[in-house]
């Protein structure tokens, strides 16, 4: 008999809290009495990469549709290393510092400097690399 006001009190609180909560959300609805959404996304929920990028991230993130790669951004494209079919160095000189890993799982880096003309080979492993000429994005 005691615990019953006690019950009665918790529950108006509990009902009176789930009320405002109600009225909360009829307010949020717009006059068609669908809940109202503002989104950056155009329908409506999280916006695409394409719809949030901007600068240098939208500029990349288009060129890559056609195909491009304006700032080397992307790896290179694999090639045997042959003299027939050596690997192309992109640069914007006619000299480049190269790097060759002359085995898959070696550690250590064999450099040395390729420069424009023919194709050149590692001293170690013997691949071969070309310098092609690369002009900038901008």
Same mark, same amino acid.
């Given at each position: *008999?005691? +615990?019953?006001?006690?019950? &009665?009190?918790?529950?108006? #609180?509990? +009902? #009176?809290?789930?009320?405002?909560?109600?009225?909360?959300?009829?307010?949020?609805?717009?006059?068609?009495?669908?809940?109202?959404?503002? $989104?950056?996304?155009?329908?409506?929920?999280?916006?695409? /990469? /394409?719809?949030?990028?901007?600068?240098? @991230?939208? !500029? =990349?993130?288009?060129?890559? *549709?056609?195909?491009? /790669?304006?700032?080397?951004?992307?790896?290179?494209?694999?090639?045997?290393?042959?003299? @027939? /079919?050596?690997?192309?160095?992109?640069?914007?000189?006619?000299? *480049?510092?190269?790097?060759?890993?002359? @085995?898959? &799982?070696?550690? $250590? =880096?064999?450099?040395?400097?390729?420069? !424009?003309? @023919?194709?050149?080979?590692?001293?170690?492993?013997?691949?071969?690399?070309?310098?092609?000429?690369?002009?900038?994005?901008?």
């Amino acid at each position: *008999r005691h +615990l019953l006001p006690r019950l &009665d009190a918790r529950a108006s #609180r509990l +009902l #009176r809290g789930a009320g405002a909560l109600a009225a909360q959300a009829l307010r949020a609805c717009g006059p068609s009495g669908v809940a109202a959404v503002r $989104s950056m996304a155009s329908g409506g929920g999280v916006p695409t /990469d /394409d719809e949030q990028a901007t600068g240098l @991230e939208r !500029e =990349v993130m288009l060129a890559a *549709r056609k195909g491009l /790669d304006p700032y080397n951004i992307l790896p290179p494209k694999g090639a045997s290393g042959t003299k @027939e /079919d050596p690997n192309l160095v992109p640069s914007v000189t006619n000299k *480049r510092i190269v790097g060759c890993i002359c @085995e898959e &799982d070696n550690t $250590s =880096v064999v450099w040395f400097w390729l420069h !424009e003309g @023919e194709a050149q080979r590692c001293p170690r492993c013997g691949a071969h690399y070309k310098l092609v000429p690369h002009r900038l994005a901008h």
